[in-house]
């Protein structure tokens, strides 16, 4: 069984101009290809693991609500990584992680992975049904992204 899903994508830009974007919780919204971030609500930029930084999100389903957003992984330009989680709760166990590549000076190679393997709690298991977000939703993210370091 499948506890992970991964986009990969070559943008014209240099692998810091990406890192940029990602590492801002504020333009997350101007990138996700789910239609569920909203806005930030501490807009901090990402600079080191540990830190952590909510977001306002909407789902059809759940209607409007926050996550925490743990910081697992960071090496500035080329890796963040991210636990999501209810708000001042642990992280259930999904993770986002954002790897660039530089291809040369004006071109990175980037993917992001959605990764549920280390979600254990019986009742989000039973309440959810992985992957939540689908491999269409991260392509589209791929291309948000592009477009917003044109």
């Known amino acids: 069984m499948d506890t992970h899903i991964t986009a990969t994508r070559t943008i014209d830009a240099p692998a810091g101009e990406v890192f940029a974007i990602l590492s801002d919780p504020e333009r997350h919204h101007e990138i996700d290809g ?15 693991a540990g830190q ?30 991210w636990q999501t989680g209810a ?3 642990d992280p259930a166990g999904w993770e986002w992680v954002w790897r660039l590549t530089p291809l040369g000076r004006d071109s990175t190679e980037v993917s992001v992975t959605y990764d549920w393997s280390k979600v254990t709690d019986p009742a989000v298991l039973k309440r959810l049904h992985f992957p939540v977000v689908p491999h269409e939703a991260l392509e589209s ?5 592009a477009a917003a370091v044109a």
């Open 52 to 81: 952590s930084f909510r977001m306002n999100m909407h789902h059809p389903r759940a209607g409007d609500y926050q996550t925490d957003n743990h910081v697992t992984g960071f090496e500035q330009g080329s890796l963040l990584a």
């Open 87 to 89: 708000v001042d709760a």
């Open 141 to 145: 993210t791929l291309a948000n992204l």
């Open 34 to 48: 789910s239609d569920m971030v909203r806005s930030d609500d501490r807009s901090d930029r990402i600079t080191a």
